[in-house]
């Protein structure tokens, strides 16, 4: 158990995450994550998609009690706090700023330092929480709601896009399709779920052909609206009688068109240690057949637990440590961007 017994050796960090519509704080001594806890909000379910003013009103209403919680189970007073890390972007506008608000309010008052991460690059560095050992370089499948990237990790602080999507991301193209299909919204781990019993080879759906690393699922993503439209219209139950096929030939589409590039990136590259994150790292397909190909391509991989899949402040908290062992702080004039040119 972490007491308040100050050892100078120690870096004890505060970590806040507000990009979107999860409420998150962390607390880490050296690279052990002491406390990881979130706040959702369900009221977006209710509109098939994340309401911006809504969730900046949840986050103000959560963000007091989930620091005081985070400090709680990590056991720790503010005044034992090293630094304050906070998400910077990208993500929406309205909740960026009410994590960076606060963090830059506690950092003033406990006359701390300030420390700017990239939500993304928190993402893809999740994976040193438990496997600090990883060797760098390593290449990870960075896959979200909004986000789909193949990221070259060359080290905490220097990392290379070598491909990305050119329109929906891969979990933006799994809730399209659940709404396509009629379920609630967040739409992918429905897909996941009803997919287990279905026959994933039972539908075929084209990906998009683009060259190189990049990915494209707007093709995709009509050729399923067509199709599922076409069968409608020939039996207006064709949904609910097949819906664990349709589901299952959905999500191992995406997913195989992911590993196929994930694979193409590790032969150009050379590189045998791959990791993914990011919200999408949690499907179940996903994880299946990135432990096929590892042993078909001789890969060691590294696959996140799931707290540290989903938007989390244990992430930032992560990237936050290396930052400041860098001495890479901020001061109060940062700003909050809703996107970032990596």
Known sequence: ????????????????????????????????????????????????????????????????????????????????????????????????????????????????????VNHLEAHVLSHLIDSPEIPFPYLCLLVSGGHTEIVKVNSPSSMEILGRTLDDAAGEAFDKVAKILGLPYPGGPLIDKYAKGGNPLCYSFSTGKVPNLDFSFSGFKTAVLYFIRDALKKDATFIENNLSNICASVQHTIVSYLVSKLKQAALQTNIKHIAIAGGVSANSELRTQLSTMAISELWTTYIPKLEYCTDNAAMIAIAGYYKYLEKNTVDLSVGTFASFNR
């Not at 959702?40 to 098939?48: A, P, R």
């Not at 949840?58 to 503010?78: E, F, R, T, Y």
């Not at 309205?94 to 003033?108: D, E, N, Q, T």
């Open 1 to 116: 158990m972490h007491t308040n017994a100050k050892n100078v050796q120690n870096i004890t960090l505060l970590a806040i995450e507000s990009s979107c519509d999860d409420t998150a704080a962390s607390v880490i001594c050296n690279s052990k994550i002491l406390s990881n806890i979130i706040a959702s909000q369900d009221i977006h379910q209710n509109y098939g998609g994340v309401i911006p003013e809504l969730a900046s009103r949840a986050h103000q209403k959560n963000i007091v009690p989930i620091v005081d919680m985070a400090l709680k189970q990590a056991n720790i007073s503010l005044d034992l706090i090293d630094g304050i890390a906070f998400t910077q972007g990208p993500g929406l506008l309205g909740s960026l700023l009410v994590g960076s608000s606060f963090a830059k309010g506690l950092a003033l008052a406990l006359n701390k330092p300030l420390i700017a």
